[in-house]
């Protein structure tokens, strides 16, 4: 069963900045592709970015130059730092693992962006 924990969502102003971390254990982060998915009401589920040994650091064209994903091998987690965020980011992102070409994701969070 792979379990995925999300943490770090919000309410951030236009401009600002926010840090989402997913977890999992580490039989997971050894083998998975992670990464970061949004959605809002009214889209498809678009992929932020993704990170795995192989293909490094992978990230959607409108979030290129102002998300950065990263992971920390001690603590079996990932962060998706978000700078310069834009009303148009806001949406549920959802932290998902890739095992095996089978895709496992989490409950989601929000991230609201409102002046």
């Known amino acids: 069963q792979v379990q995925l924990e999300e943490s770090g969502g919000g309410l951030v102003q236009p401009g600002g900045s926010l840090r989402l971390s997913c977890r999992t254990s580490?039989?997971?982060?050894?083998?998975?592709?992670m990464g970061w998915s949004r959605q809002t009401p009214d889209q498809l589920r678009e992929m932020v970015a993704s990170?795995?040994?192989?293909?490094?650091?992978i990230y959607g064209d409108s979030v290129k130059g102002r998300f950065t994903i990263s992971r920390d091998h001690a603590r079996h987690t990932i962060y998706l730092q978000m700078n310069s965020l834009k009303t148009e980011d806001a949406a549920v992102y959802y932290c998902?693992?890739?095992?095996?070409?089978?895709?496992?994701w989490g409950q989601g969070i929000q991230v609201t962006v409102s002046s």
């Open positions: 990170i795995s040994t192989l293909d490094g650091a």
């Open positions: 998902y693992a890739n095992v095996l070409s089978s895709y496992y």
């Open positions: 580490p039989d997971t982060f050894g083998i998975a592709t």
